[in-house]
């Protein structure tokens, strides 16, 4: 199964984007899914996790900020992120254990 972001792009700050990762197969199965992102200069930082249970995860920086959901019929997770900020800045990647690393679609929070 490979994993495909879209819904990147240029958005002012205090604004909103959402992210989509669409599956190429089944993600019933995936025990979690993962949305990391890797700003320039930095190393990449897990933002959001979602268990096949429903229940989720976030990283401190985006806590009350992002929400990560999960559509097993459109074999879709996605990412919700309000309030941006410019440290928001980065690609984004969806990630489950046994899927590779894809593109990642670029967020850029500038005015």
């Known amino acids: 199964v490979q994993l495909v972001e879209s819904g990147g792009g240029l958005v002012q700050p205090g604004g909103s984007l959402r992210l989509s990762c669409e599956a190429s197969g089944s993600i019933a199965t995936f025990y979690l899914i993962d949305w990391y992102r890797q700003g320039p200069g930095k190393a990449r930082e897990l933002v959001a996790r979602?268990?096949?249970?429903?229940?989720?995860q976030y990283g401190d920086s985006v806590k009350g900020r992002f929400t990560i959901s999960r559509d097993n019929a459109r074999n879709t997770v996605y990412l919700q992120m309000n309030s941006l900020k410019p440290e928001d800045t980065a690609v984004y990647y969806c990630?489950?254990?046994?899927?590779?690393w894809g593109q990642g679609t670029q967020v850029t929070v500038s005015s």
């Open positions: 990630k489950a254990v046994s899927t590779a």
């Open positions: 979602i268990f096949s249970t429903g229940e989720t």
